[in-house]
């Protein structure tokens, strides 16, 4: 007898329930992965494939493959709900999806896309990769028509690391003497850059004085059009290509699904990654840690809540003792592509700069990628 099993998205931390059951460590399971995208991006690599230090192929991990090898039904359509009392996962074509156990790990959208006038029709946000392909277009449409501007609206990690690729790739394409003639600035509400973390602030505005890249804070954005952005407190600044790279927010139906969320409508979990409800799980940005509610929506904590959740998943369903619980750790690794091929590192204040930092994180980005890959 089998116990069917559906994991709701493919994000980071699905990947290791995957490779438990590829490895034969969910015997007596029907697994199921329920998503409508065809691979898997890991996005710590995003930024390298705008400058081209990427392939797509060195970044995406094909899903039907994934599923294949894990012995596992692809299902290609997105959740749209969840019902925990009929156990059935909703699907965007009408259809429904049974579970006996479910994990949801379906990661966030960025904030204030849907809520900020114009936002939606005339910014990109980095997901999904279709969009990066568009963003590289655009950005080699301006080099070649040489003027232009382009504007980042988020102050955070992946919106600097983008910011520093999309400046890599028009230099590129406009050669030194031009370089400037299509600007790049970030936009953020918050009133200092990186606000909790003063030492790596330091240093990444030291690289954006070095790349020409400006940035403006305390910014609050009433409106996005084709070709400039209305601001709350200060003239319209022009804008030929918005990036939109927020903070998270939670697809909307994870509230509307009565589990249990935080305040802003994330899942809230136990430490063994548990929602209230009796037989749903969820693990990555989706996931809110009871124990530690302000842990950070970032891939490093869905990358180490992975491996806990195939263990739990595991002993769960044959009915043993579950493993040792999942504790958010307080500090992680930060590092910054600056595009220049050099990096930024940063941990619990400690910070450092430089070509070998660059060769790190590509080491760290490819070894992740590569066990996937490695079937």
Sequence with gaps: MTTRLVLVGLGHAHLFVLEAAARGRLNGVDLTVVTGDAAHVYSGMVPGWIRDRY??????????????????????????????????????????????????????????????????QHALPLKPLANVAQLRDRLDALAARGSGSVTVVGGGLAGLEVAFAMRTRLDARLGSARSRDVSVAILTRDTTLLPD????????????????????????????????????RAADVSSDLTVWATGAEPPAWLRESGLPTDARGFLLVDEHLRTGATHVFAAGDCATPRVRPDT????????????????????????????????????????????????????????????????????????????????
Aim: net charge positive.
């Design 296 to 375: 950070a929506k970032a891939g490093v904590y869905a990358v180490r809540m992975g491996p806990v959740l195939a263990r739990t998943l595991a002993a769960t369903v044959a009915g043993r003792r579950l493993p040792a619980p999942y504790t958010p750790q307080r500090h992680f690794l930060t590092l910054i592509d600056t595009g220049d091929g050099r990096a930024i590192a940063h941990r619990a204040g400690w910070t450092a700069e430089g070509r070998w930092v660059m060769t790190w994180k590509d080491h760290l980005d490819r070894r992740f990628v590569r066990r996937f890959q490695s079937r």
């Design 55 to 120: 392939t797509r192929n060195d970044l995406s991990l094909d899903v039907p493959a994934l599923c294949a090898w894990a012995g596992a039904r692809h299902v290609a359509q997105h959740a749209v709900g969840l019902d925990e009392a009929a156990r059935q996962v909703r699907l965007a074509n009408g259809e429904s999806c049974a579970f006996e156990w479910c994990s949801v790990a379906v990661g966030s959208r960025p904030a204030g896309l849907q809520q900020v006038p114009g936002a939606a």
């Design 197 to 232: 973390r003063p030492a790596l602030a330091a240093r990444v505005q030291r690289a954006l004085v070095r790349r020409g890249i400006t940035c403006r804070v305390d910014v609050m954005i009433d409106a996005v059009h084709a070709d400039h952005l209305q601001l709350g």
